[in-house]
């Protein structure tokens, strides 16, 4: 625990996890699919099995519908639709195959049977109603079935119109009519028995489907708590570390050894070379590095700040004094030197403590503005109008002086040397402009 957690052991953890719980949400999810398709499913199939069971009926209805006016008004066409439908369309037989597939619906289909069974019985009666009616309009042409029937002598000593009373009355009596009771009866013990089995099958698969959705609902959550621990784990040990040393090199500190084994192997490589770093400028002799006019860092200095300055986070400034030849040849080399004093100390006061300034030239200075990555421009130019202004003020008895700048970000230079070029050239930019102002290299 001395070394820290691994973030590659934590990564490879995290990754096994997600997947392991995401093939389990995959498969419970897709059990879940599968128990509401099965619902579906049987909800289908016992609708279609009511449809069964009306079908019978509204077979056998018609059944009554046709052989009722065929003997009233003796209409052939009545004749045929009759058995058309019981021996083409044969919808009862179909609603009887139809429920005859499952061992789960024997009730149901005992029922649907026993009301094709008192169908067929009343077909007989139907049947010998037809006849009456066929002997009475003396139709030759006639199904064959029919041939079968044979009149009582009584029926078959009636008149015709006698014979069609009686054919009549046969499809429209009490008798008939308590028959045809019996069949919605048993199509309605039917319903009943499709009834039950609905709610039986549909209560087991719900129990089911209750159970399998609490699954998924566990394996959730068990993921949804993974992924904080992990992510916990990962911003304590790795991201957490990183943003503080973030700050510790902001402020030019070392770095904590802390988090990750990763981390902290690299914190303490930055922390030697920060030690090596300030125990190289900490050994610099003060007069080596430093200007002795101005108290500015020296040439020296400036290469030793440059060798190690972070290009993505500083902004060089490159300044020179307008005219200065000038100044010394009218005022003397005496306040030549009290302008270039008194330059230093107005950036002194106006840039921070972490910022560099270094004389490298007679009357020319660099500032590295360091940590400056999110420094908006606007900013570094209202402190190159401060020091505008600060320097056009006489009150200290020096000639007013105008200062020609260059200023490059860092990161827009491909190395030191290029970032130098870049400065150089945005100053010599802004002494053409006509000196007195700044410009930012693009």
Not at 212 to 234: G, K, N
Request: include cysteine; aromatic fraction near 8%.
């Amino acid at each position: 625990m001395k070394q820290g957690l691994s973030l590659r052991t934590i990564h490879i953890w995290l990754v096994v996890t997600l997947f392991l719980w995401s093939g389990t949400v995959l498969i419970t999810t897709f059990r879940l699919t599968n128990s509401f398709t099965s619902l579906a499913n049987a909800e289908e199939e016992h609708t279609e099995l009511e449809k069964a069971a009306h079908e019978l009926m509204d077979a056998s209805d018609y059944l009554t519908e046709q052989v009722q006016r065929f003997t009233i008004n003796g209409d052939r066409r009545f004749l045929d639709n009759y058995f058309e439908e019981a021996f083409e369309s044969q919808r009862r037989e179909e609603a009887i195959d139809r429920m005859d597939n499952d061992d789960k619906t024997v009730a149901a289909l005992k029922s649907l049977n026993q009301a094709l069974d008192h169908s067929m019985n009343l077909m007989n009666q139907e049947y010998y109603a037809m006849r009456l009616v066929i002997e009475a309009k003396g139709y030759t042409d006639y199904p064959e079935v029919l041939d079968g029937v044979v009149l009582s002598d009584a029926d078959a000593a009636l008149s015709s119109e006698d014979k069609i009373r009686r054919a009549t009355e046969l499809v429209l009596n009490d008798e008939y009519y308590e028959q045809k009771d019996d069949i919605r009866e048993d199509m309605q013990a039917s319903l009943v028995e499709v009834d039950i089995l609905r709610n039986s099958v549909k209560e087991e698969k719900m129990a089911l489907l209750r159970k399998q959705l609490l699954l998924v609902r566990i394996v959730i959550v068990i993921q949804v708590i993974s992924i904080i621990v992990m992510v916990r784990l990962t911003s304590i040990l790795g991201i957490k570390p990183v943003l503080k040393a973030v700050d510790k090199i902001k402020s030019d500190s070392p770095i904590p050894e802390v988090g990750a084994n990763e981390f902290r192997y690299l914190a303490q490589a930055y922390n030697k070379m920060y030690s090596k770093y300030r125990t190289s400028l900490e050994n610099l002799n003060f007069k080596a590095s430093h200007d002795e006019l101005t108290g500015a860092y020296n040439r020296a200095g400036y290469e030793l700040i440059l060798s190690g300055i972070d290009l993505e986070s500083t902004y060089m400034m490159l300044l020179d004094v307008d005219n200065f030849k000038s100044i010394n040849d009218n005022y003397g080399h005496e306040v030549g030197d009290k302008i270039l004093i008194k330059l230093v100390n107005v950036i002194d006061a106006i840039f921070r403590d972490d910022d560099y300034i270094c004389r490298i030239g007679g009357d020319e200075f660099v500032i590295f503005i360091a940590h400056s990555s999110g420094m908006p421009q606007r900013l570094i130019a209202s402190k190159v109008e401060q020091i505008k202004e600060e320097l056009s003020n006489t009150d200290d008895g020096l000639p007013p002086i105008s200062i020609s700048v260059g200023i490059v970000n860092g990161k827009d230079a491909t190395d030191v040397t290029n970032l130098f070029e870049k400065t150089d050239v945005a100053m010599y930019e802004s002494k053409r402009k006509g000196k007195n102002t700044y410009t930012f290299s693009d």
